[in-house]
């Protein structure tokens, strides 16, 4: 990265550095992948790259939808421009199917299709391990207000139509995903961070048994097949459709 741009902030898939416009941010996509709140860590050379091309394709897609986010383009491979924003500590889950922890923390069965999406919201505090969290105790620690809760809910529900339709066009399953948000200089709430393999559950609806074919980070999690791989098909299918 250019020295004229100040590394503002370091997490565990991205860097932020400063823009010269005080109101943009550069977000640079690293090719680390951490799992387990980074118990378990690899580098994969490309997946920067590969979420970053894909993040951008889907920023724009619901932009095009109306959804108002902190993407403004693509700088390069691997690095984006966007709004500057306040990141709201909330990580916001949205489930279609019953998998991964839902089933750890529940008798649902994984698989199980849900009658209607279930928002389920973390903490965004890795000291704490990201616990799941109440509305009543995100009001209790002046997190946000009620009202911006709710929007950001009913926002998380949009983006989960538009993604929801726009993946099974490229005979892909959304099973689940994560958002944050953030507040803009004008106070507006923007989504943010990105959308990614890193963050959604994508099930290759191309099979023609029962067996499920992950095309996210669950192949690094549970070790069941090649990273780059799963997310070049993920980048190919985009790019074959938009
Ligand atoms: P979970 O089943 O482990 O709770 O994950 C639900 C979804 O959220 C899945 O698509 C992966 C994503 N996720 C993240 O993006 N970051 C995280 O730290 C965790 C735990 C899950
Ligand atoms: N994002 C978390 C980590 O970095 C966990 C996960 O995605 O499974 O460890």
Redesign the pocket.
Known sequence: MNNKYKLIYEG??KKVFSHEDADKVIIEFKDDA???????KAKFKGKGKLNCLISAKLFELLINNNIPTHFLELENENTIIARKIKVIPLEIVLRNIAYGSLCKQTTLKPRTVLEKPLIDLYLKNDELN?PLITKDRIELMNILRSKDLDFIVDLTLKINEILKSFFKSIKLQLVDFKLEFGYDLKKNILLGDEISP??CRLWDLNQNNDTIVSLD?DVF?NDSGGLIEAYSEINRRINDFI
């Open positions: 565990k898939a951490t799992a387990f709140n980074a118990l378990k990201d890193d963050n980070k999690r």
